[in-house]
């Protein structure tokens, strides 16, 4: 909440890059989680999935309009973003299916005992 806090207060440029830089690679990194090893990237953190998404979501809304002339590097920020996005979804849809075929198959257990 301090880089929050900072990022909206700060008019200082240099600042907001080296955040904006950090949190670029911290989510580069969620990427490279996300495609090994899925959900459990999320166990490495203090705060739940929805939270860190929150989190990141707002600091990128906080750089888009104090660093408006750094478009290259807000489209890359967006763009890891939607990728994180996308495979939380994807990992969403398979734990759920998981879930259901776990039920299925422990009724067909049941039926057959």
Known sequence: ??????????????GLLLICADKISNLNSMVCGLESGGD?????FHS??????????????????????YDCLLKRYFNLLN???QLT???????????????KLARIGDRDA
């Open 1 to 14: 909440m301090e880089t929050i806090r900072y990022a909206e207060t700060t008019e200082e440029t240099d």
């Open 89 to 103: 979804i994807v990992e969403d849809r398979l734990g759920q299916r998981s879930q259901s075929l776990k039920h």
């Open 83 to 85: 990728i994180i996005d």
């Open 48 to 69: 739940p999935k929805d939270r860190q998404i929150w989190y990141y979501e707002t600091l990128y809304n906080i750089f888009r309009q104090k660093l408006t002339t």
């Open 40 to 44: 459990l990237v999320w166990h490495y």
